[in-house]
């Protein structure tokens, strides 16, 4: 066997690829508000003025002191933690490796979980009535959580059907519309954005793996980069300009598996989508 026969995929790259970005999205999002977190306040930027403006001796007592109360294990950890989740997604995507994308798919399903119920520092500060209705919306979370439907496909890619890549962005587009609509129903202040986003995302999600329709897979994608555009623009006319609020946000936005996977809507067809971008031009 050659080498090109032995680093030929077998299955469906585009969803292979799709699913492994889709996690080191995820991981760099974590990361950057972690950042963010550290810069704006808390523990983190105290923690990080002290790291950055003490001595040598100073910093020498604020290491030992870390290590003796073992926040300085904790944080070697994580940060070993994800050095290994992305060198392992990079992996994956680089050398095509199927293995290496389902341990990621199932670590990735047990974060989920834990951002769900586990790490939800808000029920433990709410009423007994309020931790109820937290702990429903976090349970819907999790069934209508498009993280959770990439996880699940990445035990599809070694399948060659072609239309996969299509089916998981439609059914993307469904959960998320369910997830917008039991927001809004479930929330005590009802947000209609989230009503008419969600609508409009069912009805994409549910006509294209009916009809298996790409056209209006790009119109939903238009309108979740639209939605993108509104929720930057209402946190600044409600906080104001603040950079931190803006580049949590964008970095959000960017580092989101809803646009990966608004992206990945135009990879399904390629070819159609060039030819439509030149009858534009001509």
Not at 77 to 87: K, M, P, R, S, T
Not at 203 to 229: D, E, R, Y
């Amino acid at each position: 066997m050659s080498e090109g026969e032995k680093n030929q995929f077998n299955g469906n790259l585009a969803l292979f690829r799709v699913c492994v970005i889709v996690f080191i999205a995820n991981l760099l999002n974590f990361v950057v508000n972690m950042c963010i977190s550290a810069g704006h306040g808390g523990f983190f930027s105290s923690l990080w003025s002290a790291l950055t403006n003490s001595s040598f001796e100073d910093l020498l007592a604020t290491v030992g002191l870390l290590v003796v109360s073992g926040v300085g294990l904790v944080v070697l950890l994580g940060v070993l933690a994800f050095a290994v989740l992305l060198a392992l997604g990079i992996f994956a995507l680089v050398k095509k490796s199927v293995k290496a994308l389902e341990i990621l798919a199932v670590l990735f399903l047990i974060w989920v979980v834990l951002c769900a119920f586990a790490m939800n520092p808000i029920s433990g500060l709410l009423g007994n009535e309020m931790r109820e209705v937290n702990l429903a919306q976090s349970f819907i979370s999790l069934i209508f959580n498009i993280n959770v439907v990439v996880a699940v496909a990445a035990f599809f890619v070694t399948s060659e059907k072609q239309d996969l890549l299509l089916r998981l962005c439609a059914i993307c587009f469904a959960i998320s519309g369910l997830n917008s609509l039991s927001h809004f129903i479930f929330t005590q202040l009802p947000v209609f954005q989230l009503a008419f986003f969600g609508v409009v995302y069912l009805a994409v999600g549910v006509f294209a793996l009916v009809k298996m329709n790409v056209p209006v897979l790009m119109v939903g994608s238009l309108m979740i980069f639209i939605q993108i555009l509104l929720n930057l623009f209402n946190f600044i006319r409600i906080s104001g300009l603040d950079l931190y609020i803006v580049v949590s946000l964008v970095s959000h936005a960017v580092f989101n598996t809803s646009t990966v996977i608004a992206i990945a809507v135009f990879f399904i067809k390629p070819e159609w989508v060039k030819s439509c971008l030149q009858k534009m031009k001509g």
